[in-house]
């Protein structure tokens, strides 16, 4: 019976994607060396925020994941980023093959709070993985087993090539998501000014709200 185990060799940005995208370099191997059919690969991915240290300038922007510092010994534990599904083609001893990651710039997801907030080093994750072996067995029939949810994979994603993709896919831009009413809103008042753009509303917002408070 085939036994499986995983690990990642390396990230990248997918440069030509409709979404935002990482690809991991997952390398199967079968340590009893039989034919493999297929891989049908299911993969929880987890970060791991326990496991790196935070300057105080990357704590305050993490206030809205985390809460205050002084709490995060309650607070700070490993979470949930993505779940990824893939199909490994036939291998016999081992393979390595692309895993894509869709991801997001919407700040009202954790991870991408958490993402926005790193300033350098890494960013510990975990992958954890199930799913279905196919293989050949020794009747030369069709066979297959599950992997248990025991198989892990660890790797530190350098936090620049999370920069680096959001920059590929999103060049000098930030997003944020309003509620219906408040785009709205703010839609009315850039047509009542003659704002050519959304910068331009915002920071005539924020300009009129300044003067407000120094007044």
């Not at 030509?16 to 079968?30: D, Q």
Request: with cysteine.
């Amino acid at each position: 019976m085939p036994d499986l185990s995983f690990g990642i060799e390396g990230a990248e940005v997918l440069e030509y994607a409709a979404v935002p995208s990482l690809l991991f370099k997952l390398r199967v191997e079968n340590l009893d060396g039989a034919p493999i059919r297929s891989v049908s690969l299911n993969t929880q991915v987890r970060i791991a925020a326990t496991q790196r240290h935070y300057e105080p300038s990357e704590q305050e922007r993490l206030l809205d994941v985390f809460g205050e510092p002084h709490r995060w010994g309650n607070t700070l534990r490993s979470f949930l980023w993505t779940h990824t599904v893939l199909q490994v083609p036939p291998f016999s001893e081992s393979t390595v093959a692309d895993m894509p990651v869709t991801c997001t710039y919407d700040l009202e997801v954790a991870a991408t709070k958490y993402f926005h907030a790193l300033e350098d080093g890494e960013v510990p994750l975990e992958f954890l993985f199930s799913g279905m072996v196919f293989y050949t067995g020794e009747d030369g029939r069709l066979q297959t087993t599950r992997i248990s949810w025991e198989k892990e994979a660890e790797f530190r994603m350098p936090v620049r090539l999370w920069k680096e993709m959001m920059e590929h896919y999103f060049p000098n831009s930030a997003w944020i998501r309003l509620h219906k009413d408040a785009f709205d809103q703010l839609y009315d008042y850039k047509v009542r000014r003659g704002l050519p753009t959304w910068e331009a509303a915002v920071e005539a917002l924020l300009r009129a709200s300044e003067q407000k408070v120094e007044g």
